[in-house]
């Protein structure tokens, strides 16, 4: 069974960093890219990047560039999403996805809380 | 970026009652669309695939329909674990935009 269990709920201060991870199982990992999609509290989904874990490649969407960065490490099966300076503003859900036929897998989401 | 406008943004229906909803994208896109379904806490779940593939385990009230830039969703009997929220995706080019979203309601 193909599964994507993510790491667990962060509350944080404005200015600190964070990485959260995104483990596959259940499949050959460097097969497939992961995306990761955001979710402010109550709004839209938003697509925020992409990774190829067979060599690292990555894209962004312009709203991301340059605020977050994408990594994966293979030899774990796990893929990272992280911040260098955390806003408010990062306050939101963050899930994983594995792109299939489109986006078929999906973790259980990571709750992102910043605050002061 | 492509552009994927989604309508209607709400919708009250009834269970039975067959919806429709639509996403034009700002520029052509051949099939590279998804639709997903979320539900409140939940993560989103794949419902179509290459604008009018089932999913796996979907059922068949589900359908999809569409190229180029105008695709729509079509659930033909609602039941009630139908109502949620339902996007659009393109995949067609980098990068990946949702659709608004349409929050499906029991009237």
């Known amino acids: 069974e193909v599964q994507l269990v993510q790491s667990g709920a962060e509350v944080k201060k404005p200015g600190e960093s964070l990485r959260i991870s995104c483990k596959g199982s259940?499949?050959?990992?460097?097969?497939?890219?992961i995306s990761w999609v955001r979710q402010m509290p109550g709004k839209g989904l938003e697509w925020m990047g992409r990774?190829?874990?067979?060599?690292?490649?990555?894209n962004y969407s312009p709203s991301f560039q340059g605020h977050v960065t994408i990594s994966a490490d293979k030899s774990i099966s796990t893929a990272y999403l992280q911040w260098s300076s955390l806003k408010a503003s990062d306050t939101a859900m963050y899930y994983c996805?594995?792109?299939?036929?489109?986006?078929?897998?999906w973790g259980q989401g990571t709750l992102v809380t910043v605050s002061s | 970026a492509i552009q994927m406008t989604q309508s209607p943004s709400s919708l009250s229906a009834s269970v039975g009652d067959r919806v429709t909803i639509t996403c034009r994208a700002s520029?052509?896109?051949?099939?590279?669309l998804g639709w997903y379904q979320q539900k409140p806490g939940k993560a989103p779940k794949l419902l179509i695939y290459?604008?009018?593939s089932l999913q796996s385990g979907v059922p068949s009230r589900f359908s999809g329909s569409g190229s180029g830039t105008d695709f729509t969703l079509t659930i033909s009997s609602l039941q009630p674990e139908d109502f949620a929220t339902y996007y659009c995706?393109?995949?067609?080019?980098?990068?990946?935009?949702f659709g608004q979203g349409t929050k499906l309601e029991i009237k």
């Open positions: 259940g499949y050959s990992f460097t097969s497939y890219w």
């Open positions: 990774i190829d874990p067979s060599d690292s490649y990555t």
């Open positions: 996805a594995r792109r299939g036929y489109s986006y078929e897998n």
């Open positions: 290459a604008a009018s």
């Open positions: 520029q052509g896109i051949r099939n590279d």
């Open positions: 995706l393109q995949d067609y080019n980098y990068p990946h935009t």
